[in-house]
C-alpha cells in the first residue's frame, strides 16, 4: 500500500517482492548449510581425536602390563623381571622368557588379541587385551640394533582405526632392561 503525504514525506510500502523474499531465503540457507557444515567438520575432527586418545591410553596400559607384569601369587611376572628369554632375530610378534621363579611364559598375539601364558595361574592361557572393532593391534619384539648385551629389548605396540575414512592410531616403542638376565 502506498500512501500520499505532502511537504516532502518519503512514500513508503508495506509488503516484499518476491525476488527479495528469494534472496533473504537463499541466504539463509547458505548460512545454514555452512553452520553445519562446519559443526559435521569439527565433530569429525573431535571423535578422531578422542579416539586417538583413547588409543593411546590403552596401548600405554599395555605396555605397562607387558613389562612390569600380571600378578600372580603376589608377584609380578613381567619381561622387567625374566632371568631369560629367546633372543628374536627378526621382528616377531610373541616372546617366550623365564620368569625368577624358573617358570617359562610367553606373551603373544593371536587374531587381535594379547594373550599371556603362565603355568602357574588359573587359566593357563589369558586374555589381556581384545582389540576394538574396525582396529588393527601389531605387537612386535626385537633386539634392537646396536645394543651387543642380551640384557636389551624392543617392544613396540601398536592400534590403529578407522573413522570416517581418516585412521586414529596410537603407538609406543619402549626398550626394556631384562635386569635378572645373566651377563
Known amino acids: ?24 531465503s ?8 555452512s553452520t553445519i557444515g562446519v559443526f559435521v567438520v569439527t565433530r569429525t575432527f ?22 612390569k607384569g600380571i600378578e600372580e601369587g603376589g608377584v609380578r ?8 628369554y629367546t633372543e628374536p632375530v627378526t621382528p616377531i610378534t610373541e616372546i617366550n622368557f623365564t620368569g625368577t621363579d624358573g617358570n617359562a611364559r610367553r606373551y603373544r598375539l593371536s587374531s ?20 576394538p572393532a574396525n582396529s588393527t593391534l601389531t605387537l612386535r619384539f626385537e633386539k634392537p640394533t646396536g645394543y651387543m648385551d642380551n640384557e636389551t629389548l624392543a617392544v613396540y605396540i601398536g592400534i ?11 603407538s609406543l616403542t619402549t626398550y626394556v632392561n631384562l635386569r635378572n638376565v645373566s651377563k
Open 160 to 170: 590403529t582405526r578407522q573413522i570416517s575414512g581418516r585412521t586414529a592410531s596410537g
Open 112 to 131: 587381535g588379541s594379547i594373550i599371556y601364558e603362565s603355568p602357574t595361574q588359573t587359566p593357563n592361557i589369558q586374555t589381556i587385551y581384545t582389540v
Open 1 to 24: 500500500m502506498i500512501r500520499r503525504l505532502t511537504r516532502g514525506m518519503i512514500l513508503t510500502r508495506n509488503a516484499h517482492t518476491l525476488t527479495e523474499m528469494l534472496i533473504v
Open 26 to 33: 537463499f541466504m539463509a540457507v547458505v548460512l545454514f548449510t
Open 77 to 84: 611376572y613381567g619381561l622387567r623381571s625374566a632371568e631369560s
Open 46 to 67: 573431535y571423535i578422531r581425536g578422542i579416539a586417538s586418545q583413547e588409543l593411546q591410553r590403552d596401548v600405554n596400559w599395555l605396555m605397562a602390563r607387558i613389562v
